[in-house]
């Protein structure tokens, strides 16, 4: 592989004056675009809503298969690679070594990659599927029923989305740091398309992967708004409407604008490690003060439970809950997509001297047992609160379709619980805040060219686009339009995940080989 043609490309392409320094391709493209969806969903939002709401319908049940079938393949081919020689390869070459201390690297990947998702899901999503559970399972068979309600979260939490990271996460980094490439989804496609990478083919490329990560990111802003008003709401009664979620979508912007002129160091790195520091405390708080046995057991038992369903909860042929398929997993399978630029970008850029074995089980395992931990803890003890002590707060969110007050109720039944629901506000936020600071950071990669060396002011102008595109679907049709169109960035994504499995192979291929 060629690399001297890398630096070329990459300094010539670059357009820099006004203090920016960015692809005179790719950035004026994606920024136009942006303003002009912005523009018009704003212009017509109750048309935009309905339309968002048919295309989010069509694609979850049209092509179910190619999420789960993407899905799966991501899985057999991270753990092809763990298992091979091509393992031992080191990302950044023989002698690089790691920047960040493990501790900080596994913070950096919990916040980015999982955050306000945990926060979201954590009591909601078990509690549903243990009232609707999938697989049309009996639901007065209670003890099964609670089985698969874990194991069906489980998987829409631990080694899928994660291999999903894993794949562009590995591509990029490899590419980048082994053979000088500029740290940007393109560069992954380097041994198919050679040189035409720094044409269209490549333009296209990165394009698509900064409006898969912006929808993406925008739809995980969408519920941390959610969650944080209910909070706002259940703690100091502040009323629920779409213009105070606007409001904390603009106040959560102006932090990680200032979390963005701190840099990666002071600002990312720092709240990452302070929010897996709350996290693990509430999460203790939880676990001592909770059902602790239970808990301990139930991790276990939820684990082997995910391995036993896994392949009838991976398969798409012959289901007879479609309603769970298209709702929940193949929704899940295309929100993972369309994150994947921005997790796999951050990872990549945070992963540098680790080996290809070492990132692979990084990123695989250890945010799956975080996961499994944190389910079993809040979404199995919300269980146990109405199983065993017929507590029903939490069975009244999801049947008043309130999902966003779930972890707040859940909390209720514990000790201290407004010191509690104030830190799980607080955690959201931050979660929020580094969500989209990190996207903010690899969008500028991205329409920088590669670039990792940037003027802060392009951070600070994608991190205001983010905002402006949470704001704008949230007015245009709340939470069903912001999955619409992270399903419908995910969608062409989804192909370009797959060709890059095929050409990080033969790119590590070649470089074991040399």
Known sequence: MKSKTTSKHFNQTNFQGFGFDVHNIVFPITACIVIFFVIITLTFPDEAGGKFGALRLWLTSKFDWIFIISANTFILFCLAIIFSPYGKIRLGGTNAQPEFSTLAWISMLFAAGLGIGLMFYGVYEPVNHFLTPPLGADVTDTAYTRELAMAATILHWALHPWAIYAVVGLAMAFFSYNHKLPLSVRSAFYPLLGEKIWGWSGHLIDILAVFATIFGIATSLGFGAEQSMAGLNYLFGISISV??????????????????????????????????????TLCIFIFTVGPTLHIVREFFTNTISYIEHLPALSNWIGREDSAFLHNWTTFYWAWWMSWSPFVGMFIARVSRGRTVREFLIG?????????????????????????????????????????????????????????????????????????????????????????????????????????????????????????????????????????????TAKGLIREFRS
């Open 243 to 280: 213009s105070n979620k606007v409001y904390i979508i603009i106040g959560i912007t102006g932090v990680a604008l200032i979390s963005v002129l701190r840099g990666i160091h002071g600002g990312i790195k720092l709240l990452s490690e302070i929010n897996i520091m709350i996290a693990a």
């Open 363 to 503: 990123v695989l395992i250890i945010p799956s047992i975080i996961g499994i931990a944190w389910f079993t803890t809040f979404g199995g003890s919300a269980i146990d609160q109405y199983i065993s002590d017929g507590y029903t707060g939490v069975i009244h969110t999801i049947q008043n379709q309130t999902p966003e007050m779930s972890i707040y109720k859940f909390l209720e039944g514990f000790p201290l619980s407004q010191v509690t629901s104030t830190v799980a506000v607080v955690l959201i936020c931050i979660f929020f805040i580094t969500s989209m600071d990190s996207g903010a950071l690899v969008i500028d990669t991205i329409t920088a060219g590669g670039k990792l060396n940037t003027p802060k002011l392009q951070r600070m102008l994608w991190c205001v686009f983010i905002g402006l595109i949470a704001i704008t679907l949230m007015i245009s049709g709340g939470l069903s339009s912001l999955q619409a169109m992270a399903l419908t960035t995910a969608f062409p994504f989804c192909a370009i995940l797959l060709i890059m499995c095929y050409s």
